[in-house]
Protein backbone atom coordinates (compact mmCIF):
# COMPACT_ATOMS: atom_id res chain seq x y z
CA UNK A 1 0.00 0.00 0.00
CA UNK A 2 1.24 3.54 -0.60
CA UNK A 3 -0.39 5.26 2.22
CA UNK A 4 -0.44 4.27 6.04
CA UNK A 5 -4.48 3.61 6.04
CA UNK A 6 -3.91 1.44 3.17
CA UNK A 7 -0.89 -0.88 4.97
CA UNK A 8 -2.89 -1.22 8.73
CA UNK A 9 -6.16 -2.10 6.46
CA UNK A 10 -3.83 -4.92 4.68
CA UNK A 11 -1.70 -6.08 7.64
CA UNK A 12 -5.21 -6.43 9.72
CA UNK A 13 -6.71 -8.20 7.17
CA UNK A 14 -3.76 -10.51 6.46
CA UNK A 15 -3.49 -11.54 9.80
CA UNK A 16 -7.03 -12.03 10.93
CA UNK A 17 -8.70 -13.05 7.79
CA UNK A 18 -11.15 -9.94 8.03
CA UNK A 19 -11.17 -6.13 7.08
CA UNK A 20 -10.86 -3.85 10.08
CA UNK A 21 -14.03 -1.79 11.56
CA UNK A 22 -13.19 1.73 12.17
CA UNK A 23 -12.58 1.64 15.52
CA UNK A 24 -9.99 -0.66 14.95
CA UNK A 25 -7.94 1.36 12.03
CA UNK A 26 -8.18 4.30 14.79
CA UNK A 27 -6.32 2.13 17.34
CA UNK A 28 -3.76 0.71 14.59
CA UNK A 29 -3.18 4.12 13.23
CA UNK A 30 -2.75 5.28 16.67
CA UNK A 31 -0.46 2.44 17.60
CA UNK A 32 2.06 2.96 15.01
CA UNK A 33 2.67 6.36 15.73
CA UNK A 34 2.88 5.62 19.49
CA UNK A 35 5.71 3.47 18.25
CA UNK A 36 7.07 5.38 15.44
CA UNK A 37 7.75 7.98 18.47
CA UNK A 38 9.73 5.23 20.22
CA UNK A 39 12.18 4.33 17.78
CA UNK A 40 12.61 7.82 16.08
CA UNK A 41 16.00 6.64 14.68
CA UNK A 42 13.92 4.23 12.63
CA UNK A 43 10.66 4.53 10.83
CA UNK A 44 10.30 0.69 9.74
CA UNK A 45 10.71 -0.78 13.11
CA UNK A 46 8.05 1.07 14.15
CA UNK A 47 5.72 -1.57 11.41
CA UNK A 48 7.89 -4.54 12.95
CA UNK A 49 6.76 -3.79 16.11
CA UNK A 50 2.86 -3.59 15.53
CA UNK A 51 3.30 -6.77 12.74
CA UNK A 52 4.63 -8.87 16.27
CA UNK A 53 1.64 -7.17 18.42
CA UNK A 54 -1.10 -8.26 15.65
CA UNK A 55 0.69 -11.77 15.29
CA UNK A 56 -0.14 -12.22 18.64
CA UNK A 57 -3.62 -11.49 19.07
CA UNK A 58 -6.17 -14.07 19.52
CA UNK A 59 -8.16 -13.10 16.51
CA UNK A 60 -4.76 -13.99 14.48
CA UNK A 61 -3.95 -17.12 16.51
CA UNK A 62 -7.40 -18.75 16.47
CA UNK A 63 -7.86 -17.79 12.53
CA UNK A 64 -10.12 -20.81 10.89
Given amino acids: GETDEKRLR ?3 LACTGCPPHAS ?3 LL ?15 DQAWT ?4 VLLNLDATLTIE
Fill in 24 to 26: QED
Fill in 49 to 52: ILAN
Fill in 29 to 43: SKSLNRYRKLTPENP
Fill in 10 to 12: WIW
